[in-house]
């Protein structure tokens, strides 16, 4: 199942972020295949001479972790930058007349999420707080901190900056995966979704990093 935790709207076209909740076996395990900067070349809508375009897209995954885990971290609320807002989009009358969607910024480290899922303000925190020490805690493990009161400013610059993935179309029709080499023409159907191909390739090769890793050692 696939919710959508908030949204926020360009102010030209498009969509600024979004962040949508995905339930289901190894999910995470499987998506976090997509981490990173995604490239797409078009002949853009937007343009009036109907120009051949450059877009760049940033996906961030991140696992929910369980309860316990989560009580393990701890975030001082001096370290905490609490917004309130009302949210968009539909959801009947209480949409933009409560101010329940909420802003979470780590004031550290600069991380921030943004939640608006739920109808109650105090809801929309507990969800956006959870994201937060996840965000948090995967970052310590990248930057190899014991603790996340080490985690300061800068050291969450740019961590899914790699460009991972090129989605071309025009002149010609082509996604390619940057890490793994797998390639597909069926550009729509990618971008529909259709996936499995790029995430199971992306598995091998970590398998097969992996499998040399240990070999190395122990060898």
């Excluded at 009358?93 to 480290?109: F, I, M």
């Excluded at 740019?158 to 069926?186: F, M």
Aim: include cysteine; charged fraction near 25%.
């Amino acid at each position: 199942a696939v919710r959508l935790m908030e949204r926020s709207d360009a102010e030209e076209a498009g969509i600024r972020s979004a962040t949508l909740a995905v339930d289901g076996a190894y999910a995470y395990g499987s998506l976090r295949s997509e981490h990173g900067t995604h490239r797409l070349v078009r002949l853009s809508p937007f343009n009036a001479a109907n120009k051949r375009q450059t877009s760049f897209a940033g996906v961030e995954v991140v696992p929910l972790l369980p309860d316990d885990q989560l009580l393990s971290i701890d975030i001082p609320p001096s370290d905490l930058e609490v917004t309130t807002m009302r949210a968009g989009g539909a959801g009947g009358q209480n949409v933009n007349k409560v101010e329940s969607a909420v802003r979470l910024r780590h004031t550290p480290t600069g991380l921030t999420v943004r939640c608006q899922q739920e109808r109650s303000q105090a809801r929309n925190r507990e969800l956006g707080l959870a994201l937060l020490k996840a965000k948090l805690l995967l970052l310590a493990r990248e930057q190899r901190a014991e603790s996340v009161a080490e985690l300061r400013a800068g050291a969450a610059s740019a961590s899914w900056g790699t460009q991972i993935r090129s989605y071309v179309l025009a002149p010609y029709r082509l996604v390619k995966d940057l890490r793994t080499g797998h390639e597909a023409t069926n550009v729509q159907d990618v971008l529909d979704g259709r996936i499995e191909g790029f995430i199971d390739h992306f598995l091998r090769q970590q398998a097969a990093e992996a499998e040399e890793a240990d070999a190395a050692t122990t060898g």
